[in-house]
């Protein structure tokens, strides 16, 4: 340690024998010297008794600083017997899973391009435009969407079931046969299942969703969605063919008609679900292509998800924003708390309202000028804004579908200015996410993650804030977040 002098300020300052007499304060002259009374000399005993209280203040000193930081316990292995304690701050970690990367780097931007310019050459996909031809209209656009998706089962060992399921449709007083196409990736668990949708349909005239006479391409609406969803399906089934491991869940890729008459696709298709199924989550994407808005704010780069209430739904929106804000930390993901657009619909409302947990993809700045018009043509799409989210996508499917089950929500216990969280184990996890959100917030604001434990204990909070949690498997993959509980004191 270094040595200090310590400076012995007992000894009075010198008097400067220099300075002027005080004058009179009357007459200016120098007043006569005034007695001073004698100083009384300091008892013999007290300098000891002073220098001793000194050199054990400084050995005191010394030692404390001298003293070395006492080490913090590593954090054990397996479960604890007792909870460890974290810091209000959580640790903002998250580890990657192994098995996404390859993937996102097998997004095929062009072939995104050549199904959304496919798609617009059938030249309407009017629900009422059917019996037009071998290239020409919804029929036509149909069966090459089916014929696509074979095919990528077949690249894939056919681990992909395509079916093109029939259903009746009345539009403008015109009934006619309909037919929704469905491929679906079977896991280890059929009943498990997440659905990602986009619709097949088209309309070109803006007032009315009836009148089939205009072209109606629909190259953004919803051309874009649909090679979305082709594409996800080609990469995850490639995926399980390469590995030769099933995914834990089921994986369901959708292509609806008639969305624009009042969604009689989808309404049809929720209605035959089985009553024994488990749907984790169902995503729609809606006009997600669009290179810029009606004010011509770019849309490169980010991408809006609406969803509605603040139970499932809203816990699965905020389970994508913070996957995709781990390994896309560029991608702007904003949240809506919202069904969707005022007066607006897609797909993802006729699950919501059975009461499956749902959300809708669009894009952040619409151009209401292209929308439904003969005019929404392939040029205002953009590939790579359809190829940015088709990542994002991947990113959420593959953590979901290979990560274990998701948990029970943690039980909070309050003692003293201690809060002490407690939850069951989730099989094949070896790691939990335990999220906080702030209760004037949409997403979550802060996470940390926890190696194996299933309690601790946590300051008492002083503000109103939810927790959730997520299972990760030692491949990173994390699972849906629990339900919140509400903690905390309200200010």
Do not use: C
Not at 206 to 228: H, W
Not at 278 to 284: A, K, R, Y
């Amino acid at each position: 340690m270094e040595r200090r002098t310590v400076r012995d300020y007992r000894t009075p300052a010198p008097v400067d024998k220099r300075r002027a007499a005080p004058r009179h304060p009357s007459n200016g002259q120098a007043s006569a010297p005034q007695p001073v009374a004698p100083r009384r000399p300091a008892p013999p005993w007290l300098l000891p008794v002073v220098l001793v209280v000194l050199v054990m203040g400084v050995v005191a000193l010394a030692l404390v600083l001298a003293r070395p930081p006492k080490p913090r316990a590593a954090p054990p292995a397996n479960e604890p017997a007792t909870p460890s304690p974290v810091p209000p701050s959580f640790v903002r970690t998250l580890p990657t899973n192994a098995l996404v990367a390859p993937l996102l780097t097998q997004v095929d931007e062009a072939r995104i391009g050549r199904t959304v310019e496919q798609l617009a050459a059938f030249g309407t996909r009017h629900t009422n435009a059917f019996d037009q031809g071998a290239s020409r209209g919804i029929d036509a656009a149909r069966r090459w969407v089916s014929d696509t998706l074979r095919q990528y089962s077949s690249e894939a060992g056919n681990v992909l079931e395509v079916r093109d399921v029939p259903f009746s449709a009345t539009v403008a007083g015109v009934r006619s046969t309909q037919h929704n196409v469905l491929a679906m990736l079977t896991g280890k668990n059929p009943a498990r299942r997440f659905i990602i949708s986009a619709h097949l349909d088209t309309r070109g005239d803006p007032r009315s969703t009836q009148n089939a006479a205009p072209e109606a391409p629909g190259a953004n609406d919803d051309a874009s969605g649909v090679a979305l969803v082709l594409e996800v399906a080609r990469l995850l089934s490639q995926h399980v063919a390469r590995t030769g491991q099933l995914l834990d869940a089921t994986l369901v890729f959708a292509i609806f008609s008639a969305e624009e008459q009042d969604r009689q696709g989808s309404i049809n298709y929720v209605g035959r679900l089985e009553a024994n199924l488990s749907i984790e989550g169902v995503f729609s994407f809606d006009v997600i292509g669009g290179i810029s808005g009606d004010t011509g704010a770019l849309n490169a780069g980010g991408i809006r998800l609406f969803s509605p209430d603040h139970g499932p739904s809203r816990q699965l929106s905020r389970y994508a924003k913070l996957l995709v804000e781990h390994y896309l930390p560029s991608y702007r993901f904003s949240l809506l708390p919202f069904l969707d657009r005022a007066d607006r619909y897609s797909d993802h409302v006729s699950f919501y309202q059975q009461g499956y947990p749902v959300g809708r993809f669009t894009e952040l700045n619409e151009n209401a000028k292209l929308q439904h018009t003969p005019q929404d043509l392939p040029s205002s799409v953009s590939a790579a804004n359809v190829a940015q989210l088709t990542k994002a996508t991947v990113v959420i499917l593959l953590n979901y579908a290979t990560a274990p089950g998701r948990p029970a929500p943690p039980r909070a216990f309050a003692t003293g200015q201690e809060l002490r969280l407690l939850w069951s184990p989730v099989p094949g996890a070896s790691h939990y996410l335990l999220a906080a959100r702030e209760a004037s917030s949409t997403a979550i604001t802060d996470f940390t993650l926890i190696n194996g434990e299933t309690q601790l204990s946590l300051p008492l909070p002083q503000g109103e804030y939810f927790l959730s949690l997520a299972a990760l498997n030692d491949s990173g993959a994390v699972s849906l977040l629990s339900e919140e509980v509400a903690l905390g004191r309200q200010q």
